[in-house]
């Protein structure tokens, strides 16, 4: 039926599939060739005693196949070789049937778990640099559109101008009915207390500060500007901790030793629109940079704590010669 090894030919036809080198490897010293598409098929299909092939197949390459005893079908199936052509030849068929189970099936576990934890839409997300909120705290409740980003940072920051601005301008009417010795005992206080907590910040330690972790995650009973809204109005105020230097007890004093209502306002509003901002820079150098600019701050978060302490014995060493 075949010739002798010495003169047996195979032939590998894929258009993908190195078969030739992993059959050289084996060391049969059966002679061996490879074509990768069917006009080189049809050149030297005449060379080869035993033709292993997938979808290069015609079955017009029965007649020039003079040598050809046997062919190894690499899939399952066969139908597309002709038995009334093959037949009358003596050439044998044989298939893969059962070779690929295994992959076949641990293939289809495969792509229905990712189906169900959604991976095709993560990975283009991650290409588009779209994230989404994390599972269990979606943005948005379910029912509800999606608000643009742009309009729910722009509530945020408005949230948070506004109640700084209200309550600075509280502050500075405050302090106007405190009168000017009541003020200076209180410039005393920060004093004392400031360059204290100046100090200890400065040399990198954390100082406990008296607030309130007022921000909430996004849930399903508020809607995207409900959420906005009340955080802007948490971090505006300066009750959120996520700060959280004995910094910012410097806006709140010094709106109050003003004693002035415009003063107060304009610096308690500069400061909540600056913190209130955060969603705009955290999103736009998301845009920009590989890397959350959250890390980036993180990592300086040693440096932020020195320089607020920098800031606050500045703060105190004023608030002491008011005082004086």
């Given amino acids: 039926m075949f010739p002798a090894k010495s003169d047996l030919t195979l032939c590998f036809a894929h258009v993908a599939y190195q ?3 992993l059959f050289e490897h084996r060391g049969t010293g059966i002679k061996s060739f490879q074509v990768w598409n069917r006009g080189d098929l049809d050149a030297r299909i005449g060379e080869a005693d035993v033709l292993v092939i997938s979808g290069l197949w015609k079955n017009d390459l029965v007649a020039p196949a003079k040598k050809l005893r046997y062919i190894q079908s690499i899939g399952a ?69 999606r608000r643009p980003w742009w309009v729910r940072a722009s509530m945020f920051t408005a949230a948070a101008t506004l109640t700084g601005g209200t309550l600075g301008a509280m502050l500075g009417a ?45 849930n399903r009973t508020s809607g995207a500007l409900a959420w906005a809204a009340r955080n802007g109005v948490a971090l505006g105020s300066g009750v959120a901790t996520r700060i959280g230097f004995a910094a910012w007890y410097i806006v709140p004093v010094s709106a109050l030793l003003l004693g002035n209502t415009v003063f107060g306002a304009t610096i308690y509003g500069i400061y909540a629109f600056a913190r209130g901002s955060a969603p705009w820079i955290l999103i736009l150098s998301s845009h920009r940079t590989q890397q959350s600019v959250r890390y980036s701050l993180v990592r300086k978060w040693t440096v932020a704590r020195r320089a607020s302490g920098a800031v606050t014995l500045t703060a105190a060493v004023v608030a002491l010669l008011v005082a004086a």
Wanted: glycine letters at 10%; zero cysteines; a positive charge.
């Fill in 174 to 218: 405050t302090g106007t009915l405190l009168g000017e010795p009541t003020r200076g005992q209180v410039a005393a206080a920060f004093a004392a207390v400031g360059l204290t907590a100046g100090a200890l910040e400065l040399v990198g330690r954390k100082v406990p500060l008296l607030q309130f972790n007022r921000e909430t995650a996004p």
């Fill in 19 to 21: 078969f030739q080198s």
């Fill in 77 to 145: 199936g066969t139908d597309q070789f002709s038995r009334e052509l093959l037949t009358p030849r003596g050439i044998r068929l044989a298939s893969a049937r059962g070779v690929n189970a295994r992959a076949v099936s641990d293939h289809a576990i495969a792509l229905m778990l990712a189906l169900a934890r959604r991976l095709p839409e993560a990975r283009d997300n991650q290409a588009k640099r779209v994230w989404r909120d994390m599972i269990g705290n979606p943005a948005v409740p379910r029912g509800r559109r």
